[in-house]
């Protein structure tokens, strides 16, 4: 079982819509995930806008894709590198520590992440 930057095993992020590399609602990697989708993400509205304007569209549905677009308060395995440059703008969305690949800590720092993450309590792993 793969394990989260808790070291613990990892949780899933979001089944709807349905996220993760692999299209399983798991924030998992391989060779093949360049971007290295590993950060499960709660979107905010800031982060949505500053991910639009960096060039990766999250909220416009493309139903050709089956992709519904998020919107605020939606669970999405995002980028490792694209979480800190999110951060550094001063728009990183909460992060879902259980639901977040270790892996990401080869990028990211996991105070950072904490500092940023979902309280425990909060983290829904029944979304749909």
Partial sequence: MPKNVLGTDLKSCCRFP???FFRDGFCRTCPEDVGR???CARMTADFLAFSKRAGNDLSTPRPEMGFPGLVPGDQWCLCALRWQEALEAGAAPEVVLSATDESALEVLDLEDLK???????QADWSLP
């Fill in 18 to 20: 349905m996220t993760g």
């Fill in 37 to 39: 989708h590993v950060v």
């Fill in 115 to 121: 500092r940023h993450a979902v309280p425990a309590e």
